[in-house]
């Protein structure tokens, strides 16, 4: 019994004591590293931003194992960094949009030109239209631009110019960042939503709920139909042989089927794995147990 409390005890001390404030640090992080990426695209680009993320997510995975969640922090961590990149360049699509909503002044203007983009291979060649005021001057900034052939020249339409030549001119229905708003909460929520779920995932409730389940009902249902009527001493007297008798795959890897171990939870197979010298893999096992000496992301153990 004591045994079983020491474990315990050092399974809760690899959890925070206070893991809504880390949640919340972890949140908070993951926003700021959004924000200041939105702030850095426009003048870097996506290209340049790589290294950059590639950092993030690291330091992420990091702050998401002190959760303590049995889940693959490796996954939770590729999830969070590709919605917070959705955010930042879905964000950065409307950039424009909102700046032109802001400072804008609607004017009504004629095209008086219009031409395509050169061809280059199969890239779609967007249509450009140069405008003019009623007083005929250039209204300021680059050609107006559209994926598709909308005005003839001597149209009027209403645009939307920048004051300071910067942006396109843009009609008052195509100037509309509010599409591209909501897609960036979104993924900017999924990110955090994450973040969460792996925060309840590495509970005691969370934990103790998986404790009462047990086994899963396949390996109930294999115990039964093979009438293994072995204890968990047993079973995992067996899995100590098995990690020191099995051998090798051409990877390393010392797999076991879980169903032969049917009392077992892949966290007590984990524990019994370290106790001989080996490490549980988290990532990857595909209905299998794979243990060795260094893993890519090692299982907590029960």
Known sequence: MSGMAQTADEARQRRTRFPALLAVGIGC??????AGMFLLVDEAGPLALAPLWIVHGVLLIELLRKLGAGESTAYAMLFIVAASVMSVYVADMGRDDLTLQQRGEK??????????????GRKARDHNYSLERDDGTKVPGPAMRATSDLYDVGQELTVIEDPEGELRPQTPGLADATGEALGAGAFALAALGSVGWMTWRGSDSARRRDEQ???????????TL????????????????????YPADRRGYIKVAPEEYPDLTHGRAARIAWEVGLRAEAVGNRGAWRFKETVVEEAPHD
């Open 107 to 120: 004017v009504t203007a004629k095209v008086v030109k219009e031409w395509r983009d050169p061809a280059q």
């Open 213 to 223: 389940k047990g086994p899963g009902r396949f390996r109930k249902a294999y115990k």
């Open 226 to 245: 093979a009438r293994d009527r072995s204890t968990q001493a047993e079973q995992e007297e067996k899995l100590r042989e098995a990690l020191r008798t």
């Open 29 to 34: 992080y993951v926003l700021a590293v959004m």
